[in-house]
C-alpha cells in the first residue's frame, strides 16, 4: 500500500541520506560466542544451509520478523528458501525478489519476503508499505534488512552471514532483539544441542 502520509515510526527525516546506520556497523555486532540471545552457527554446504532454514521454520510464529544480512551470495535467499520449505512452500518457487522487491507465499502462516537491496531512498520503504505486512498473521523474512534497520519492529530475530573459509563453508551469527525473537533462539539452542 502506497500512502501520501509517512508513518510518524517511519519519517524518513529519521534515516540518514549517507552512512545510513546498519546492523553490521552497530558496535555491539562483534561475532559474539552463543549466549541465551544469541547463538553462533558454522555452515558447511548449501544442505545444511537449507536444512537450517527448514528447522528454524519449526520454531517460527505468525508476528515473527527475520532481519538477514550479509555480502551478496552468502545465503540469504537459500536460508528463506530452507525455511519456506519448512512450512511447506516449494523451495523452488523461492526466489530473491531483488526487483519486486516483496513477494508473498500463500500458506497457512504467510510468508512475506523482502528484499531492500535495490531501495537507496527513505521515501521509497515508507512507499513500500513495509509496515503493514508486520501483522499477527505474517512471517516477514527481510533481505539487506540493515540497510533501513529503522524500518524494523523493535522485535526481530538478526540472522548475519559471512563468507567462510570454503565456496560453500558460511558462518552464521543470529541475534535476538526482543523477547519473542530470544524465544526463537532459545529453541534453536535446544534444537542444536541434540
Known sequence: MISSQPSPRLSPKRFRSKGRPTIIDNPSHSSPKSTLESLSLELNSVEKTL?????????????????????????????????????????????????????????????????????EDPVAILQLGLEDYFTAKNIVIIEWADRFIQALPPDFLEIHLEHGDSETTRAMTIRARGPRSQAIVLALHSNTAQ
Open 51 to 119: 536444512a537450517f532454514g527448514e528447522n528454524l521454520s519449526h520454531t517460527l510464529i505468525g508476528g515473527d520478523v527475520l532481519a538477514l544480512t550479509g555480502d551478496l551470495g552468502v545465503g540469504k535467499t537459500l536460508i528463506t528458501r530452507g525455511i519456506a520449505l519448512g512450512l511447506g512452500i516449494p523451495a523452488g518457487q523461492v526466489n530473491s525478489p531483488t526487483f519486486s522487491l516483496i513477494q508473498a507465499y500463500e500458506n497457512h502462516i504467510p510468508v512475506i519476503h523482502v528484499d531492500l537491496y535495490r531501495l
